[in-house]
């Protein structure tokens, strides 16, 4: 076992790029693994190691070819991990094959420069990296892209903490530092497995051996023991998943026939359960409520009749703009309160002004008024726990849930609509982020979502109910409401950023020290070595 390296690297012998044969089969290794690691295959503890074959061939290239290799894997991998969005844009929207594919080739294309970027620096930085600094250097580097992309550039999909939702023991970190923590104890481990082979040194598993054991450690007395979360009073909530095919929504007819459907569910459910609310999806109700009060009427009659609170999502209008809204019933009260959708969905709910070159690509995609976002952090106060309800991908933002946290929720209920996308993996990936939510937030997260995946997830991130996606079904949970924020909550992602970039820096400033040869050892008596 070596204690640092010289500056060549095992089966080179002279720190070389590693022959192109070798390189290509573990870039399309790495690729594989990736793809199999997500959704819809979602293989247990791929997550943990698809990323060491390539960092393996990272060890040893230039920073310029490091840069190509990477980008080629995060494209290859990317087009066939995110095949849901060209479900969405070809069958659903019916958008042209020929744009389509040249907008998410775009997309793809450009996004795949950050994880590029970290690879070429991890690849400059790699001669000096000692062997047990190594695998950390590149963990800390590559979640600061991860970070970059999910946060500023507001893409938070295929992040490596998402493929350890299946083990709740690993994810209890995130209270702490987010899937960003989670992500990087994942990677370190993948990094320290493909170096260790890659330099035939045991060193690189060192570092996150410990760091797994310690996420291990914490996770088994955080769900268990003295560390479990505390409970409380329960309140039961109901969830309705209608399973309206998107062909069968806003349409001139529709909206009658799609809410008749949702309150023979409602009332099925409420003769077989005592409930205390009654959760629908996004654009359960597909008109605007404003300008139907027939359908706003038929709500509050049914809220009277079952004596629930209902909770749906509907398009309302006011001042001649129209917002993607979640509405609350109470009994003998009406319609009490509302909360506007802020984090619209790029091209099909608003048009970026950022992105405008690109709108003539997605043809049928941009049709149709835009909605308008709503500013304020809604805490629906009047229900039996005071909860937010971020609609459809706002799951998927920590910063704004974190809001929500502050303002005073304590329940998360996410209203979606995942039918845009089909049987390929998104449902699942969806749901990865209100896990995560979860365990973030220290809160409950009830889903309710039109095709699926809908699902009640306790503080521990343990998905306690769910209905399987493109099926109708309903569900009932008792759920207990959030107690003090933990810190991620209440700080958000500065102290864990901080800590990777010092982690990065220790690590490329630690230089290990060089085993001297007998060949050039100091002269003994009379010059003799």
């Known amino acids: 076992m070596t204690t ?13 790029t590693p022959a192109n044969a070798p390189a290509a089969l573990a870039i399309a290794a790495a690729a594989a693994l990736t793809v199999l690691a997500y959704p819809p295959y979602a293989v247990p503890g791929l997550g943990a190691v698809m990323l060491a074959p390539l960092v393996a061939v990272l060890d040893g290239m230039s920073a310029r070819r490091a840069f190509a290799v990477t980008w080629l894997y995060s494209v290859a991998m990317a087009l066939v991990a995110v095949r849901w969005l060209f479900h969405a844009l070809l069958v659903e929207y019916g958008a042209a094959p020929l744009p389509s594919w040249l907008f998410v080739g775009l997309l793809v294309g450009g996004l795949a420069v950050l994880p590029a970027a970290a690879a070429a620096l991890f690849a400059r930085l790699a001669p000096r990296l000692a062997d047990a600094a190594a695998p950390i250097a590149f963990a800390a580097i590559w979640s600061l892209a991860e970070w970059l992309r999910a946060v500023p550039l507001g893409v938070p999909w295929l992040l490596v903490a998402h493929t350890g ?111 205390d609310l009654l959760v629908w999806s996004e654009t359960a109700v597909d008109a605007d409520l404003d300008q139907t009060p027939r359908l706003r009427h038929d709500l509050e009659r049914l809220a009277d009749e079952l004596g629930v609170p209902i909770v749906t999502g509907a398009p309302r209008s006011a001042n ?11 009994p003998e009260r009406g319609l009490v309160e509302s909360y506007a959708k ?23 995609v941009t049709d149709g008024v835009p909605y308008v976002p709503g500013a304020e952090a809604t805490i629906f106060r009047a229900a039996p726990l005071p909860f937010a309800a971020p609609v459809c991908f706002e799951i998927t933002y920590p910063d704004l849930v974190r809001r929500f946290r502050r303002e005073g929720a304590r329940l998360l209920i996410n209203l979606s609509n995942d039918a845009w996308f089909g049987p390929v993996g998104y449902p699942e990936m969806h749901l990865a982020h209100a896990v ?24 521990a991130g343990r998905v306690i109910e769910a209905l399987p996606a493109f099926s109708d079904g309903t569900f009932a949970v008792s759920v207990t409401a959030a107690g003090p924020a933990p810190f991620y909550a209440r ?12 982690l990065a820096l220790a690590a490329s400033a630690w230089r290990p020290a060089r085993r001297r040869s007998r060949l050039s050892l100091p002269p003994g008596p009379h010059g003799v070595r």
């Not at 060549?8 to 012998?13: N, R, S, W």
């Open 4 to 16: 640092g390296r010289i500056g060549t690297h095992p089966g080179t012998g002279t720190g070389e």
């Open 165 to 275: 939702v299946q083990w709740p023991i690993a994810i209890q970190l995130a209270e702490w530092g987010g899937s960003v923590l989670v992500g990087f104890v994942l990677t370190a481990l993948g990094a320290g497995i493909g170096l260790a082979l890659r330099r035939r040194s045991a060193w690189p598993l060192a570092a996150p051996a410990l760091l797994v054991a310690l996420a291990l450690g914490f996770g088994a007395w955080r769900l268990t023991g003295a560390g479990a979360l505390d409970a409380g009073p329960s309140t039961r909530i109901g969830v309705v998943q209608a399973a309206v095919p998107q062909d069968q929504r806003f349409r001139p007819d529709s909206a009658e026939r799609n809410v008749a459907r949702h309150v023979e569910a409602s009332r099925t459910l409420a003769r077989r359960e005592s409930l």
């Open 320 to 330: 001649g703009v129209s917002t993607n809204s979640v509405v609350l019933f109470i």
């Open 342 to 364: 802020q984090r619209l969905v790029p091209y099909s709910e608003y048009d970026p002004a950022w992105g405008a070159w690109l709108a003539p690509l997605l043809g049928p």
């Open 436 to 459: 995560f939510r979860a365990v973030e937030m220290r809160s409950w997260v009830v889903r309710g979502a039109n095709t699926g995946i809908s699902a009640a997830i306790d503080p």
């Open 491 to 502: 700080h958000g992602d500065a102290p864990i950023l901080a800590g990777l970039v010092a």
